[in-house]
Every structure is written in C-alpha cells, then in structure tokens.
C-alpha cells in the first residue's frame, strides 16, 4: 500500500494571525514547498458523525481572492459530491448557487 504524506507549515504573527502558509505533499510533482493564501481542510468523523474543519487564510487574502476561492471551492465540492453519490439535479443545484454567489459578489463590487 502506497502512503502520501502532507505537511502544512502556517507561521503565524505576534498576534497569532496566519502571516504564512505552505504545504508540500510526499508525492507531489514539486519539491519545494508551495505557498498559499488560504486553505479549507475538512475532514469527516464517522463516529460521531461531524465534519472537523481548519479553515485559515493570511493579512494578504484580498477580499476578490476570497471570493474566487470559494467559488472555485463550491464547484469542485459539487463535482467531488456528484462523483461519490451520482445525485446530478443536486450537483446542478450546488453549481448554481456557486454561480449566483460569485455573481452577487462581483455586483457587490461595483457599487
């Protein structure tokens, strides 16, 4: 059995407030660690039936990143969803509302 290891490094500021992400997978296509900006890990616990999340993102996270991030964070949530269960009207109803959220947003930008 193969097994992958993945190192998440955050360096946080005097405040504690992410000033630094990177991260570097054992089977990765790069050596180096690659920098991020924000990251969303879920993980699912069986037993008592609850989705465990870290979500952090660092001061230079501008508010259009954040946006695009979960928009693109929704769709690829529905193309995984969709993939595990086949339900297509639900994975439609998720890409949907992803469009409408980024849709909004972008409006909200120009006023």
Partial sequence: MNQS??????NL???KIPHQISWNATQSNSAEPQDAKAMMISFWD???KAALRIDLWTKEMMVDEMADFYYQTLMTMADTFERATH?????GDMK???KDFFTKFKK???Q
Avoid at 5 to 10: A, F, L
Avoid at 87 to 91: A, G, P, S, T
């Fill in 5 to 10: 290891t993945i190192t998440i490094d955050v």
């Fill in 13 to 15: 500021d005097e405040n």
């Fill in 46 to 48: 069986g037993k008592e």
């Fill in 87 to 91: 339900q297509k009207e639900l994975v």
């Fill in 96 to 98: 949907s509302f992803a």
């Fill in 108 to 110: 909200s930008q120009e």
